[in-house]
């Protein structure tokens, strides 16, 4: 069954950092784009970062730039999100997902294959 698993959230104070994690398993992502997306309570579904299969181009929205950075390693089939200067406006569930094409995108419809979530909270 091919699956992405997030983890790495959790409940932290304004100004602090977490680094989340995509694991996948099933099959290799190698060869796809892979994005990051979030949804707070009450909110739909926000763009948050992308990146290219190679990891070669990177694609940030405009309220996290300077303070996120996505990452891969293609030999682990892992991504990652480093979250930094976090703030309370960056709450929500954090979702990875793998996009049908080889490039970064921040248009959530290209995306295939989603994982479960992980919660971020950060609290004042």
């Known amino acids: 069954q091919v699956q992405l698993v997030e983890s790495g959230g959790g409940l932290v104070q304004t100004g602090v950092s977490l680094r989340l994690s995509c694991a996948a398993s099933g099959r290799t992502f190698s060869s796809n784009g892979i994005g990051w997306f979030r949804q707070a309570p009450g909110k739909g579904r926000e763009f948050v970062a992308a990146i290219s299969w190679s990891g070669g181009s990177t694609l940030y929205a405009e309220s996290v730039k300077g303070r996120f950075t996505i990452s891969r390693d293609n030999a682990k089939n892992t991504v990652y999100l480093q979250m930094n200067s976090l703030k309370p406006e960056d709450t929500a569930v954090y979702y990875c997902?793998?996009?049908?094409?080889?490039?970064?995108?921040?248009?959530?419809?290209?995306?295939?294959?989603w994982g479960q979530g992980t919660q971020v909270t950060v609290s004042t």
């Open positions: 997902a793998a996009a049908r094409g080889p490039r970064e995108s921040s248009m959530w419809p290209l995306y295939d294959v």
